[in-house]
């Protein structure tokens, strides 16, 4: 679905950022991208979605050379849907509005029966439908940015830290809403991660950068097991889990 093949880019005239990366991601699995700040996991992604055009190498979709694709004809022909990793909503504008905003190019029937199914998904964002996104919690408004993506249906989803900034219950929150997309639609999901065990606690693979390139690869539960991993990336130890009530009780 998603093929990255020696890719390097960076910005303006600065060094290459990356340095030669492979990567692949397929429908229905979701392929985190890990590794310390600053390290390129969102020009990464931005590469990915044509945000950042490659110097070198290529990314394709479904099979075909993407890399001069605008993003805006990706996303028009429901391709990928793209969450960036800040201002991913637009606090003065309604829960309603945000959503419709990924649905602009659609004709307006296909738009509001969409827009009725992403309700019944999603009934935290279906009770506050005509209040502003900034009166949402944190993780409501990581929901409300994936809805706004998923609303044109796309084949490729592209998160950049969908979990950054939330509390571990919301994290574990906005993780299964993302699984269940996986489980429920087939969609290639590629993620952006700083927080590396729970993102491989729901991830199927993971790459990890470093210095420009894919230090590390592999399956998820396997990288999980990696005493290696766990001394270089994931700081010795998992974290301490409070057992959790379900998610509906959350919030
Ligand atoms: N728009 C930009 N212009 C110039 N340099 C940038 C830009 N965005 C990111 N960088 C630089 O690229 C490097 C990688 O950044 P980024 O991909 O955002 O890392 P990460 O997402 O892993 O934290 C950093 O050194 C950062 O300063
Ligand atoms: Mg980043």
Redesign the pocket.
């Known amino acids: 679905m998603i093929s990255v093949n020696n890719v390097r880019a960076g910005?303006?005239d600065?060094p290459d950022?990356l340095q030669g990366i492979n990567l692949n991601a397929a429908g229905g699995e979701i392929v985190t991208i890990l590794?310390?700040?600053?390290?390129?996991?969102?020009?990464?992604l931005k590469c990915i979605a044509g945000f950042v055009r490659p110097r070198g190498g290529a990314v394709e979709m479904e099979g075909c050379d993407v890399s001069a694709v605008p993003v805006h004809d990706k996303i028009r022909h429901h391709l990928m849907g793209f969450v960036p990793?800040t201002d991913n909503v637009f606090s003065t504008l309604s829960v309603a509005d945000n959503i419709m905003l990924g649905a602009r190019y659609m004709p307006a029937a296909e738009r509001n029966a969409r827009y009725a199914e992403l309700m019944a998904q999603y009934p935290s964002l279906a009770s506050k439908q005509e209040r502003k996104a900034s009166a949402l919690s944190g993780g409501e408004r990581q929901i409300l940015s994936l809805a706004r993506a998923l609303i044109s249906k796309p084949r490729v989803l592209l998160l950049d830290e969908p979990s950054a900034g939330l509390s571990p219950m919301m994290m574990h929150e906005v993780f299964a809403a993302i699984a269940e997309i996986r489980d429920r639609t087939g969609m290639c999901i590629v993620t952006?991660e700083q927080n590396a065990f729970e993102a491989l606690g729901v991830a199927d693979r993971a790459y990890v950068?470093s210095l420009g390139k894919v230090a590390i690869e592999g399956r998820a539960a396997d990288l999980l097991a990696d005493p290696a991993m766990r001394h270089l990336y994931l700081g010795g130890k998992p974290p301490v889990v409070e057992s959790r009530p379900p998610f509906a009780a959350v919030n």
Do not use: F, W
Not at 35 to 44: D, V
């Open positions: 910005y303006g600065g950022i590794g310390p700040n600053g390290c390129g996991k969102s020009t990464l990793q952006v950068l």
